[in-house]
């Protein structure tokens, strides 16, 4: 057996074991005295569109084959034509390769790009898994923790960045923290790539995450990485945006001047299929070419990003104020974010400690739940907030 | 880059290159006038239930929700309850895991399973893709050639394995041979393993690749490498016996008496997540549920094995006798398989040469086509065996 999945298997996963004493705790006292916001998974109904979408696609004699590799090109070519349209570069269908998932997306870029010995920079905070990706490729991870509000520190970062760089991995809207990456880090990221790929002689690749890009709420879209920085591998899942995180369906993009472009697919491609993927479920690939530009209707994640981050920082939370993606990121009142996570549960809230996500002192709050849990914690978080301010003076 | 993906990229791939070229041939002289035997994939019907489970999985508001990494609990326990009736085993849902389709499954068990400097033995003929999943993982495949029959050789077997072997993989019914695995066959197997497991101190696991269990001809069941071996991992799809192969749903099954067992489903389980799959397509997942046991009508297979391996042997060719899945394996009348499938083009005979399959010298014709090409072919055959065997004289 492989000693990384022994010893992942021993870590324990707050969010988890905090999702799993949830349900326990709900099937104890009734789910609605429980206020869970554990879990980042979409609430917002899947358009209608979609599922008209489903019932055509079953209707096609071809809609169980496998798809080729890189995903239907019918697909293909209504994600290029979105995203050139976004972005205002010319992306061809040639560009986009379909994947199983964001999971699915960002562990092929990993396996393709990192070999052992090679580093892969996350900005901090991040998504858990982004370490079992990298890892699992034989990649070492660098933490390159943020400014005090959740933009990156550039300096940390052209520090971290070594001859092993091979990749910079980010999240915009970001998971946990809600931050955007703004368009004056994005150009900070994208001149320190460039002068570091010019000092090794081999380029340093920005694998952009992007899931959470729809749900952006100050603002009509978030900066594009693409569009700062050419070296750029974008990754994208509908799971979000249409709420479908189940069927597991999402595309890679590559910037048409990418360095070593067509290694890079070929790699791309190849890592896909050594991973086992084949190719992405079929029919989700024919249901989604009508709706490559949609959104679900997010209306509640914005009024619930107002509601709770409105409540907390009334109470005297000190709150990193939302953008994006559905996660309010709450500094710590005690200096552990376990121990207060812990002793949030004696309200019956749960709340993420932050240490999973690379950066401890926080805790993450999924706001992706129904308006009444928000409005019926206030209770909970008062006495919570009692508790705490008074200990804190 | 992965110089492994690089060297892969540049491999040529005779399945792939003579599908793109009999597909540029359909397009210059017309679909009917060739003889495309190049591509395995079903052709018969799903099944009706099938549509129906979908239909009413739509219905349930959490279809398009994540499903637990390891799969959906009712199916983990409708896939149990079958393989307990099937194999007289014991085998509770704790003991499957729902997976992206089977080349997701042996991917996932090939980088639970090895570590760098592991060997994996794989019985020739063999899926062209098992050496990439083993690879791929950091092993090293170490082939095992076949007797005439296509049953392997225990002999040569035994001498295969060494200290460093971890796993042995298995294929029945196989793909490229359509041989079934006997009874005998698997006993030696499992003697083998047994034997040198004892040996060196640590489990030889085997690892048996399962897709066309239900395609299999001359007896009610294929003989169960599960049944005769503790050390057995089972990998099944759907994707052939429910005509699916797009959706990428399948799973694996451990042997209750596996050795190490919490330990390799911790390391299978902690594989997928770490290979990005997160868990399998979540409505497919739930549209399989009442069809476990289910099996598509596969008598265009049976009428098509009986039609071409009669004219095929009628015209003189050398054939193995076909028991499962839908392939012919037929003896190259030229001692070089790829210039004898050259050859066959000339006749808009599409025949894949073996080589790709880890045995020179065969063609494997798939027969999952319709029997009116079967039949239109003969004229053909006919022209090549004069040709063929002319020269032979």
Chains 1, 2 share one sequence.
């Not at 959740?150 to 915009?172: G, Y």
């Not at 900070?188 to 790929?197: P, V, Y």
């Not at 001047?257 to 190719?279: H, K, M, N």
């Not at 914005?302 to 994006?324: H, I, S, W």
Request: proline letters at 7%; aromatic letters at 8%.
């Amino acid at each position: 057996m492989q000693e990384k999945y022994i010893r992942w298997g021993r870590q324990k996963n707050c969010m988890r074991e905090l999702t799993a004493y949830g349900n326990a705790r709900k099937a104890e006292i009734g789910a609605d005295r429980v206020f869970d916001f554990s879990l980042g998974s979409p609430s917002a109904p899947v358009p209608k569109p979609v599922w008209e979408a489903m019932r055509e696609a079953m209707k096609r004699p071809d809609v169980h084959e496998k798809t080729p590799p890189a995903g239907l090109s019918a697909l293909r070519e209504a994600v290029a034509e979105n995203l050139s349209g976004r972005y205002g570069l010319d992306l061809t269908a040639e560009l986009v390769q379909i994947v199983t998932g964001a999971a699915g997306g960002l562990a092929v870029c990993a396996n393709a790009l990192l070999k052992p010995g090679d580093e892969a920079i996350v900005l901090a905070p991040y998504f858990t898994e982004y370490r079992v990706f990298i890892e699992g490729a034989g990649g070492t991870v660098v933490e390159v923790p943020p400014l005090a509000d959740m933009q990156p520190d550039l300096k940390a970062l052209r520090a971290a960045i070594s001859e092993k760089t091979r990749l910079v991995l980010v999240n915009t809207p970001n998971n946990p923290s809600g931050a955007i990456l703004s368009k004056k880090s994005l150009t900070g990221i994208a001149n320190a790539l460039r002068k570091a790929g010019e000092r090794y002689g081999r380029p340093i690749y920005l694998l952009s995450d992007e899931p959470y890009r729809e749900l952006c709420y100050d603002r009509k879209a978030i900066p594009a990485p693409m569009a700062a920085y050419e070296n750029t591998i974008l990754c994208y899942s509908f799971s979000k945006s249409l709420s479908l995180p189940g069927e597991r369906i999402g595309y890679l993009t590559v910037h048409p001047q990418l360095t070593d472009r067509e290694a890079v697919q070929r790699a791309l491609l190849d890592a896909a299929v050594s991973l086992g993927y084949c190719a992405a479920p079929s029919l989700m690939q024919h249901a989604i070419v009508p709706c490559v530009g949609m959104t679900a209707d997010i209306t509640r994640y914005r009024k619930n990003r107002a509601l709770l981050y409105g409540m907390l920082t009334e109470l005297g939370f000190d709150c990193v104020r939302p953008q994006g993606a559905f996660y309010l990121f709450v500094k710590s009142p005690l200096p552990d974010a376990k121990a207060f996570s812990e002793a949030a549960k004696r309200y019956e809230l749960l709340l993420v400690p932050s240490d999973d996500f690379g950066l401890p002192g926080y805790l993450r709050l999924a706001y992706c739940v129904p308006e009444e849990t928000i409005r019926r914690s206030e209770a909970a978080f008062r006495a919570l907030a009692e508790e705490f301010g008074r200990r804190k003076d």
